[in-house]
């Protein structure tokens, strides 16, 4: 199954390009909303990205989450 959706991915990703930085080889598909939040795989929550720009969101992602989890604590 992994590899039948590798396929099918490369294939949507095939001649597109990174979302932030428009360049157009390493891409991922990124959720806006991460999983673990909302587990929608919907197209809605979906966006192509370089892997450095997806690492770079993943970190002001942490960014935000940390800072919201130490302000909650005080």
């Given at each position: 199954?992994?590899?039948?959706?590798?396929?099918?991915?490369?294939k949507?990703?095939?001649?597109?390009?990174?979302?932030?930085?428009?360049?157009?080889?390493?891409?991922?598909i990124?959720?806006i909303?991460?999983?673990?939040?909302?587990?929608?795989?919907?197209?809605?929550?979906?966006?192509?990205?370089?892997?450095s720009?997806?690492?770079?969101?993943?970190?002001?992602?942490?960014?935000i989450?940390?800072?919201?989890?130490?302000?909650?604590k005080?």
């Amino acid at each position: 199954i992994r590899k039948r959706k590798r396929r099918i991915l490369n294939k949507l990703l095939l001649g597109t390009n990174c979302g932030i930085c428009k360049i157009e080889k390493d891409l991922t598909i990124d959720h806006i909303i991460p999983r673990i939040v909302k587990k929608d795989n919907s197209r809605k929550n979906l966006r192509i990205l370089c892997r450095s720009c997806n690492v770079k969101e993943f970190h002001k992602l942490v960014k935000i989450a940390l800072r919201f989890y130490f302000n909650a604590k005080k």
